[in-house]
């Protein structure tokens, strides 16, 4: 499996996401099982986000698909699953179940702050632009408590929901 320092190595490296291609390729370097077919069924499934078209630089280019680079971290935790007998329905009804909402909030309170914090360096001679920093500071500490215990609150409802699975085998 892939571990945790070359998943945090792969998450700096991409803060804008991964092409399929790259998810596929971060995989095949490190020997694990994954095709187009399933990244794609796991999309229509639900189990993994769908990708964001951006456009690339220059002259007709066109765009390309990125997805966040969380899917890789996501798609070993479907393998380990599977690997434990869960079904994808039971992943789908009973582990993922907010997941992706989660990670997409996520991805949205990190533009809201880019957009403030944009807007505050254009005006930080303004006296009242500090005043504004402070509370966007206080901000960002409340949104990451928010998504640590959003995180914390569904592990313990999958763990509960697997200690059940276990008990009943």
């Known amino acids: 499996m892939i571990d945790e320092t070359t998943l945090g190595q792969l998450e700096r490296k991409h ?4 092409t399929s291609v790259e998810i596929l390729d971060v995989f095949a370097q490190h020997d694990v099982a994954m095709s187009e077919a399933t990244l794609r069924k796991y999309v229509q499934l639900g189990l993994l986000p769908r990708s964001v078209r951006v456009g690339r630089k220059g002259k007709h280019q066109g765009s390309q698909g990125l997805y966040p680079v969380s899917v890789v ?14 079904t994808i329905e039971q992943i ?3 582990f993922l179940f907010i997941r992706n909402d989660v990670e997409q909030l996520e991805q949205m ?7 403030l914090e944009a807007v505050l360096k254009e005006r930080k ?16 500490g409340i949104s990451k408590d928010l998504m640590a ?18 008990a009943a085998s």
């Open 125 to 140: 001679q303004e006296r009242s632009a500090q005043a504004v920093h402070r509370d966007v500071l206080d901000a960002r």
């Open 109 to 115: 309170l990190t533009r809201i702050f880019k957009k």
């Open 15 to 18: 803060p804008s996401g991964l």
């Open 149 to 166: 215990r959003l995180v914390a609150i569904e592990d313990k409802l999958t763990k509960r929901t697997r200690l059940e699975s276990v």
């Open 92 to 94: 789908q009804r009973e």
């Open 73 to 86: 971290r996501q798609i070993l935790r479907i393998k380990q699953m599977m690997s434990e007998s869960y």
